[in-house]
């Protein structure tokens, strides 16, 4: 992840500077696809991994990405030296499919492996992965702003494609390469039955629309914060690291009460209204006119998305496996794997769709309107989870006294059909 945000502070900017037509909707929309790309090619490429990994074992897939993404990470810092506006956009979009593919064999053959080891832990060892994804998020801007702003366009690329590398060949000597995933018969149509149950489908729509106002963030928040505030992209990077701060410290946390005291179903509503929330005061909404911006109001909604976003998204693949159990699959690690990959692909492809509606309307609407309609999508999700889960209470009490009735006035096929003197008398 750290290499996936290494361009965030600085790159709109560089873009928008080689664009024939600078600040129009087609350029905005244009330098958001660069962005959009890596998830379309994260969500194509995870819906179909989790089928792999029994056959190649996570080792093999882990260490192919890692390869992917530091070598395309590495080439992306001499996009900068291409003027020509077409051919920029090109090598700009091979380039981040390619980190795209590298990015999803990484975090499903992740998911599947973690998964398996800590079967019992589903919901804090998602936590921690998220936290962990988040401190490279916060690391990346921070620091790849402040290199920018002493070295210029290429070293970041360069120092964050080395690591990226260099973990790479620990992963090599460290993971041992015996680790197998097993088959199950079972699973292999768990994407198509999934599909057709509304709970896992909200489940899928939920990564969607997470994804979708975290990628909005990407290509837009550093252009409104220097346009309206003339800060640096060092300081854009240090938001960026409140931002992520809070996701890390929010992302375990939520995990640890996932796995004890509250359902995923439960806290994703939480989740959904603090992102929301947050992104209604992000600008603040310019077409209502109650607030004027400010840099510590920006500051403090950055810091409120991050904690909404480590929320909802620690939740997502417990509560698609909370699904799937439901349904009747069976726990395997295949099925982890297969569940893991669904919720990066359309959590992907909703990072993918931010970039590229948010700039769109952004060209439109301007910034703050922009976060303002994605906010609405977030909140609107939160009660059709509210919705369910009232659903399910009614369903669940209905069943419960059908059931008694049924209980007292019909003996089973399993009531004994004579009852001992404890039983008769009630004692």
Request: proline share 6%; net charge neutral; charged share 10%.
């Amino acid at each position: 992840m750290i290499c996936l945000s290494v361009m965030i502070p600085f790159f709109p900017t560089e873009a928008a500077q080689k664009d024939p037509h600078p600040n129009s909707v087609e350029g905005l929309s244009a330098i958001g696809f660069v962005f959009s790309i890596t998830a379309f090619m994260q969500f194509l490429t995870a819906l179909v991994i989790g089928k792999i990994l029994p056959h190649s074992g996570p080792k093999i897939i882990i260490i192919l990405g890692g390869m992917l993404i530091s070598g395309s990470i590495a080439l992306f810092g001499f996009v900068n030296r291409i003027d020509d506006w077409p051919q920029f956009l090109g090598i700009c979009y091979a380039l981040r499919a390619v980190q795209g593919v590298g990015t999803a064999f990484e975090l499903t053959a992740s998911f599947a492996l973690l998964f398996g080891i800590f079967p019992a832990s589903i919901s804090l060892v998602s936590g921690l992965f998220h936290g962990f994804n988040g401190l490279g998020f916060a690391i990346g801007p921070a620091l790849s702003g402040s290199i920018y702003d002493q070295h210029g366009f290429l070293l970041p690329f360069i120092i964050y494609g080395g690591i990226m590398a260099a973990s790479t060949a620990a992963v090599m000597v460290l993971l041992p390469g015996d680790i197998e995933i097993e088959a199950d018969r079972k699973s292999k149509d768990i994407f198509m039955a999934a599909l057709k149950l509304p709970v896992s489908a909200l489940w899928l729509a939920t990564a969607l629309v997470a994804g979708a106002a975290g990628g909005l963030l990407e290509p837009g928040i550093s252009p409104y914060l220097r346009d309206e505030f003339g800060i640096s992209p060092s300081h854009v990077g240090l938001i960026y690291l409140l931002h992520s701060g809070v996701f890390i410290i929010t992302a375990p946390l939520t995990g640890y009460i996932g796995d004890r005291y509250v359902k995923p179903k439960h806290l994703v509503i939480i989740g959904s209204f603090l992102h929301g929330g947050a992104l209604v005061l992000l600008g603040p909404v310019k077409t209502a006119g109650v607030l004027s911006p400010a840099l510590w109001r920006s500051t403090l909604s950055m810091a409120i998305v991050g904690g909404g976003l480590g929320v909802t998204q620690t939740c997502l693949v417990p509560g698609m496996l909370n699904a799937l159990y439901k349904a009747g699959f069976t726990d395997s690690v295949e099925l982890h794997g297969t569940a893991a990959g669904m919720i990066t692909g359309f959590f992907s492809l909703g990072i993918g769709i931010g970039p590229l509606v948010g700039s769109a309307l952004t060209g439109a609407v301007g910034f703050p309107d922009a976060a303002a309609m994605f906010a609405l999508v977030l909140i609107a999700n939160g009660f059709a989870f509210i919705a369910f889960s009232v659903y399910e209470c009614i369903r669940a009490f209905v069943r419960k006294s059908g059931s008694c009735n049924t209980n007292a006035d019909t003996p089973s096929e399993t009531t004994p059909l004579i009852r001992d003197n404890q039983d008769s008398t009630g004692v």
